[in-house]
Every structure is written in C-alpha cells, then in structure tokens.
C-alpha cells in the first residue's frame, strides 16, 4: 500500500503542473470571451495569461497591444477576470461591484449592464453613488432588479454616526 500510496503521489505531483497550465488557458479563453462582450475596442484578438499569472492584450498577428489602461477599462479587464473565474470554477457566486458605472464611458456602461443581466442565475449587487444610475440605466435593469436599498447615514454625536438600510427607496424618485 505504501508502494501504491509514493505512486499516486508521483502522479499527483506530475500533474497538477499539467492542469495548472490547462486552467489557466481555460481562464485566458473565457477572459477574451467576456471582454470582447464588454470592451469597445476591436483590435483586441485575444487575453494570453503565462506561467507566472502575467497577463498580455495581443493583437489578431499575435503582438502585445502595449497601451496604458484608463480606469474603465481596467474596471473591463477586472470583471472579464472575475467572470472568467466564475466560469471555469463553477461556482456561481454573487458578484459585488463598488461604483460599478462611475469609470465607464456610454459604450462600456451598456455593454457592462447587458453582460450583467444576460444569465438570470447571476447575481450581481452594485453599490453605486447617488447620480451614477440615472433613469435611463435604471429603466436598463429594472426587470431584474430583486431588491434596492437606500443607504441613510446619521450623525449621532463625536464623530460617531449610524446607517441605516432603507429598502425600496433607492430608486423612489427615477420610478415616480
């Protein structure tokens, strides 16, 4: 048993390499996949990841695009990650963006929003700031929407304060 055991372990150790650079082409495909969905920009052919996780943008003759990333479109490079990842996991595990639409251009932002809303079974919570959803984007997700909540801060005294998860009054003036 102990000769089957050193064995197995030889094979574990032989393989995980394998499916190490197997996952992470897996990860570079579904990358692409999601920012050619969300980015505006067309020269982009596709998301190589190497070895050691460094990432390149390269061009459909294969060369690196070498160009400095404004905030959107890092914010774009972020959620093709984290899209990429949910995909080869498995795992559908909410997605929680931070002023989701604040960095993005008009391009961008529809796109994002459409990427969002186009699996039923993706869960996705935006924190956003009080002008960054208007009437029009909020008329973009307001089928599915499952819950708002509108944040309220209150000053208690010192420096202290309380805030308070209002819910359904977030979007109470862009509906009325």
């Not at 190497?50 to 959107?72: C, L, V, Y």
Request: glycine share 6%; aromatic share 6%; with cysteine.
């Amino acid at each position: 048993m102990v000769g089957r055991a050193e064995r197995v372990c030889s094979l574990i150790a032989e393989l995980i390499p394998q499916l190490y650079t197997l996952k992470v082409e897996q990860l570079a495909d579904a990358m692409t996949d999601v920012y050619k969905k969300l980015a505006h920009k067309n020269q982009v052919h596709r998301i190589d990841i190497d070895e050691t996780g460094q990432t390149r943008i390269m061009s459909r003759e294969g060369d690196e695009i070498p160009f400095d990333k404004s905030a959107g479109e890092n914010q774009v490079f972020a959620t093709a990650l984290l899209a990429g990842l949910a995909k080869i996991s498995g795992i559908d595990a909410p997605l929680v963006v931070d002023t989701p639409l604040g960095r993005l251009d008009s391009t961008h932002r529809a796109n994002i929003l459409k990427y969002w809303v186009s699996d039923k079974k993706r869960q996705v919570i935006l924190l956003s700031q009080d002008k960054e959803i208007d009437r029009e984007t909020y008329a973009m997700l307001e089928r599915n929407v499952g819950k708002t909540y509108l944040l309220e801060h209150t000053e208690i005294g010192n420096g202290v304060g309380k805030t308070m998860a209002v819910e359904n009054e977030y979007f109470k003036e862009l509906i009325a």
